[in-house]
Structure formats: structure tokens, C-alpha cells
């Protein structure tokens, strides 16, 4: 079962897209230095497609895309509720998933993009040049790094 604290309409996550961002607990990371360690706990209200289509349906003129910030502990969740996204809301669907690779092959049907890439610190996030996070957007089940898009220009 997935359960999430929070959530927010956020502009940097997805390149290009206004996006509602669910943060989702029981991370099974535990990578040094996160910056939300409370996800790794189990705790939050659970996270059922009519929770979610009610999220959507309270922002859905504001928004373009919704994001799973975590949810590794339960992929096969993250995958059929990212399935409700875009059978019933018509919005791009995102993952931030901690895994190095993605779950299943499968999730590229019901994804636009996917952050993959455990958090380390010396690395630094997406906005890093040495970061080992890599966000795709996915584009006929075919996985393109765009990673570049958070760096930032020197002016």
C-alpha cells in the first residue's frame, strides 16, 4: 500500500511542466544526506486511485503533470496509479524513483519521464554535473536523458 505526507505544485521536478508532486513514504533507500528523511518512515494516508483523482480534480486546471516522488517500496502501485493518470486525467505522469534501474519495462507504457539514481551526497542532485541521477523522458517506450535540462547556464 502506498502512503504519502504531502504533496505540491511544483515548477523545477519535470522540465517544461507544472507538476502536482506526491511525496510517498516508506522509502527503502536510506541514502546519507537525503533531504526528506521522514519518507523513509511508514507513515502518511494512503495513497488509493479515488485519493488520487481527488488530488488531481482540485488542481486540474493548474496542472500538467503528477509526479511520484518516491514509492520504491511499492512499484507496482506507483505503476497502476500512474496507469489511472493517464486513462482518466489525460496528464503526463512522472516517477522520482531511488532504484539505479527501472522496475519493470512495463512502466515505460505509463510514464512520460522517470528519475532514476539513489541520493549521494558527493554526487549532489539532477542540478549537478557529477550527479548519478538521471531523469528520461520517455518517448515509444524509449528512455531519452535530460538530465542536462537542470543544469544551470553560465551567463
Known amino acids: 500500500m502506498l502512503k504519502f505526507t504531502d504533496y505540491d505544485i511544483v515548477f523545477r521536478e519535470i522540465p517544461d511542466e507544472v507538476t502536482l508532486a506526491i511525496n510517498l513514504s516508506n522509502c527503502p533507500h536510506r541514502?546519507?544526506?537525503?533531504?526528506?528523511?521522514?519518507?523513509?518512515?511508514?507513515?502518511?494516508?494512503?495513497?488509493?486511485?479515488?485519493?488520487?483523482?481527488?488530488?488531481?480534480?482540485?488542481?486540474?486546471?493548474?496542472?500538467?503533470?503528477?509526479?511520484?516522488?518516491?514509492?520504491?517500496?511499492?512499484?507496482?502501485?506507483?505503476?497502476?496509479?500512474?496507469?489511472?493518470?493517464?486513462r482518466d486525467c489525460g496528464l503526463k505522469t512522472g516517477w522520482y524513483s531511488g532504484n539505479s534501474h527501472l522496475y519493470d519495462d512495463k512502466c515505460k507504457a505509463v510514464f512520460d519521464f522517470i528519475k532514476l539514481g539513489d541520493y549521494r551526497q558527493a554526487l549532489g542532485?539532477?542540478?549537478?554535473?557529477?550527479?548519478?541521477?538521471?531523469?528520461?523522458?520517455?518517448?515509444?517506450?524509449?528512455?531519452?536523458?535530460?538530465?542536462?535540462?537542470?543544469?544551470?547556464?553560465?551567463?
Not at 544526506?33 to 483523482?53: F, K, M, N, T, Y
Open 125 to 155: 542532485g539532477l542540478d549537478k554535473p557529477t550527479t548519478n541521477q538521471r531523469l528520461y523522458l520517455i518517448e515509444a517506450e524509449t528512455l531519452h536523458d535530460i538530465t542536462y535540462r537542470f543544469l544551470r547556464r553560465a551567463i
Open 31 to 86: 541514502c546519507p544526506g537525503c533531504h526528506s528523511r521522514q519518507l523513509q518512515q511508514d507513515i502518511g494516508a494512503e495513497l488509493s486511485g479515488d485519493v488520487l483523482l481527488s488530488l488531481i480534480n482540485r488542481y486540474k486546471d493548474d496542472i500538467t503533470c503528477v509526479c511520484f516522488m518516491g514509492g520504491d517500496a511499492s512499484p507496482d502501485d506507483v505503476c497502476r496509479l500512474a496507469a489511472v493518470v493517464k
